[in-house]
């Protein structure tokens, strides 16, 4: 299994462009099931998370035609499988998010149960309740989700306990072709979730209240043709900006969108850095200064993400100063930091807080990667050690980030991919 050998201290300093958003680009993918006509998609990212929302539209029989910077033009008004297999989900969740619209537009769907993951328990209750209150018959068998409508699902009230990105997106995809008008209160407000209604208006449906947490939809009786290009990766940028401001550098995120990364700015100014904002970049200076350490709460969005947490965490551990970082989206988000403590990190965790006492320098160490995010943030305390840091199960990293380490050489890291 490939690693991540990072040579550290280093300082991070220049340009980089940022990819489209994984988090967009998987929904916006799956809602293709929806449309009668062709739908062209640029600026997906090459991800393997990509590839596999790929694999799974190819295996239900979608017909594709991808060009070679991963532009897409997809077929899917007939199609002859309606099963997402159990191979395919486990290496990605996201796989539900085929749920919704095979449902609304075929009258069908089964698609293997997702298990818990590293991060936590992650139930998909709420996404069954919301398909079943618009009239979707739903049974497990067999580690599979079955769900069927006869003709066509129905609009109805649907308020969601909680608020969740993926339950949203999936009741939000089934609506549009439902009968009648839907409404969801308490749905997520996510900038991902934003893209994606504006995808499916581009096909034709009809959404009022986009970026609000009550989104009204009225049902059309078919989608079609559209040509849309996925919203630019806050959290691949904001992990730019994070790694910058901890290895007190200086870096430039060109082809972002600015306003998504509202509350990730402000916890960065308030580090310390000096921030310049334009329409599609960002740039970010620590002039030599170390950053100081703040307090982070994960909440849904507009509040700080959960998927910054960890870059945070990494940051406040070579920081000036004491910080709490409270994760309040997933049970099991902390666990990096018994890897960051191997290097020589000061952070005890009570519950779901971990409390950090900023220390002058971490020491290189062989750690391994837990998940997504938790990756990027050993990637990041390895930027920060003195000596070399070995990350090993770089295929979460994998999933999240194009091109991590040509990215960070870019900015003068010294990184690089070894064989096992
Ligand atoms: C999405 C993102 C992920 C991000 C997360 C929160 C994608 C592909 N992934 O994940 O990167 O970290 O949003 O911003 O977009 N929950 C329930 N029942 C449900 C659904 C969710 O209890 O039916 C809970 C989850 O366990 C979690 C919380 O709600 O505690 C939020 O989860 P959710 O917003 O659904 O996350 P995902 O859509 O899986």
């Known amino acids: 299994m490939e690693k991540l050998l990072i040579s550290g201290p280093s300082r991070l300093e220049g340009e980089v462009r940022i990819s489209g958003s994984k988090n967009s680009a998987l929904p916006i993918l799956a809602a293709s099931l929806l449309s009668e006509g062709t739908v062209r998609i640029s600026n997906l990212p090459h991800l393997n998370d990509v590839t596999t929302m790929i694999d799974l539209l190819n295996c239900l029989g979608v017909e594709l035609l991808i060009d070679e910077k991963l532009g897409i033009e997809i077929h899917a008004a007939k199609i002859d499988e309606f099963t997402a297999p159990y191979e395919l989900v486990k290496t990605m969740r996201a796989s539900i998010l085929v749920l919704g619209p095979l449902l609304a537009h075929f009258g069908q769907a089964r698609v293997s149960f997702p298990g818990g993951c590293a991060i936590g328990s992650r139930p998909v209750d709420l996404h069954l309740r919301g398909l079943e209150a618009l009239g979707a018959t739903i049974k497990i068998d067999g580690g599979y989700i079955e769900a069927s409508c006869e003709n066509r699902l129905r609009g109805a009230h649907i308020f969601l306990d909680k608020v969740t990105v993926g339950g949203t997106e999936n009741i ?181 807080t971990a409390f950090i006492v900023g220390t002058e320098m971490l020491t290189g160490a062989p750690v391994m990667a837990t998940d997504l995010r938790a990756s990027a943030s050993l990637v990041i305390a390895g930027l920060c050690a003195q000596g070399d840091t070995l990350v090993d199960r770089i295929y979460h990293i994998d999933r999240g980030y194009e091109c991590i380490e040509e990215k960070m050489q870019l900015l003068g890291a010294r990184i690089r991919r070894v064989p096992d």
Request: charged letters at 25%.
């Open 172 to 352: 939000l995809m089934a609506a549009t072709l439902a009968e009648g008008r839907t409404i969801i209160e308490n749905a997520a407000r996510e900038p991902e979730v934003v893209d994606l209604a504006h995808f499916l208006v581009a096909m034709g449906a009809k959404i009022e209240g986009i970026g609000s947490a009550t989104l009204i939809i009225d049902g059309v009786e078919k989608l079609g043709d559209c040509d849309y290009k996925v919203m630019p990766d806050r959290i691949e940028a904001g992990t730019f900006l994070v790694a910058a401001a901890a290895t007190r550098g200086r870096v430039k995120v060109k082809d972002v969108d600015p306003s998504s990364l509202e509350s990730v700015l402000a916890k960065l100014e308030e580090a310390g850095a000096t921030l310049e904002v334009g329409s599609d970049w960002i740039s970010l200076d620590m002039e030599g200064r170390k950053p100081k350490a703040v307090d982070i709460h994960t909440a849904p969005y507009p509040a700080f993400p959960t998927d910054m947490q960890a870059q945070f965490t990494a940051m406040n551990s070579v920081a000036e100063g004491v910080s709490t970082v409270v994760e309040t989206i997933f049970e099991n988000r902390l666990i990096q930091v018994h890897e960051m403590n191997r290097m020589g990190a000061e952070i005890k965790i009570e519950g779901n």
